[in-house]
């Protein structure tokens, strides 16, 4: 119905709330939904917060019209514009330069690493990705990272990713502390089936929500691996009819997300 979110503007919606005033974050590529996210921040509860393209190096492109993250139209209208190989400095050489990044994956695994380089053995690989760009050094310096996860099943919720690309706590759950990362690690992954966090045992994947449409059992069913439960598991808060309609009228007016 044209009423209800569509699983990309509940995931915006979910993000937006998760974010806080007066901090600066960083997208890759496409994060339109990342993206949409930052931008309802803004219009709602964190108007101080600043968002920055890591592939176009936009600075708070202007709400409206979602494009692509690395589409040279988000300049028209954006605050600044940062140039490539600045942005490359600021990404690589900055430590805790941005207080959050949002990143994604073809894979995860119960502590928080992200794989977008290849699926199956390195030297045949099944699957080819993107590769890691800048989401290394993002996922060690940011101040907290974001998961936004497309698909939650058991093909790419894995016991371990097939190659880390983004370090969440390592391949055991100490490694991040064992290398003096400055940043905090993945905070909250959004999944099409509910929220989750780290604050199992040795920073293992726990349920934090269930979305209206999910339960337990299938998260469960969908995930290759045992996952924590938070002691008080709620469901996810659907958006609220003011929070949709700015979604749609203010950020994503040609329907991006529908």
């Known amino acids: 119905m044209q009423d209800q979110a569509t699983m990309p503007e509940f995931t915006a919606v979910v993000l937006s709330r998760q974010l806080r005033d007066d901090t600066v974050g960083i997208l890759g590529t496409r994060s339109e939904v990342a993206a949409a996210g930052c931008a309802l921040a803004q219009l709602t509860s964190a108007p101080g917060l600043s968002f920055l393209s890591g592939p176009s190096g936009?600075?708070?492109p202007k709400p409206g019209r979602l494009l692509p993250i690395a589409d040279e139209a988000l300049i028209d209208g954006a605050?600044?514009?940062t140039e490539l190989s600045d942005n490359i400095d600021l990404i690589d050489w900055s430590r805790r330069?941005?207080?959050f990044a949002v990143l994604g994956g073809i894979q995860v695994d119960r502590f928080g690493n992200l794989n977008t380089v290849a699926v199956g053995d390195w030297a045949k690989p099944k699957v080819r990705g993107p590769g890691?760009?800048?989401a290394s050094v993002l996922a060690?310096?940011?101040g907290e990272f974001f998961i936004v996860m497309g698909e939650h099943s058991t093909r790419n919720f894995r016991p371990e990713v097939d190659f880390v690309s983004a370090l969440?706590?390592?391949r055991t759950g100490t490694e991040r502390d064992a290398l003096g990362l400055p940043g905090g690690g993945p905070s909250l992954l959004i999944s099409p089936l509910g929220t989750f966090d780290f604050g199992g045992h040795g920073h293992t994947m726990r349920v934090r929500t269930v979305h209206p449409w999910s339960s337990v059992e299938e998260?469960?069913?969908n995930t290759g691996f045992e996952l924590a439960h938070h002691e008080d598991i709620q469901t996810t808060p659907v958006p609220r009819p003011e929070e949709l309609e700015l979604l749609r009228a203010?950020?994503?007016s040609t329907g991006v997300l529908r």
């Open 58 to 60: 936009v600075v708070n």
């Open 79 to 81: 605050e600044a514009l």
């Open 97 to 99: 330069a941005f207080d």
């Open 132 to 134: 890691a760009i800048g």
């Open 140 to 142: 060690g310096h940011a």
């Open 168 to 170: 969440g706590f390592g």
């Open 219 to 221: 998260i469960t069913r």
């Open 250 to 252: 203010a950020v994503d």
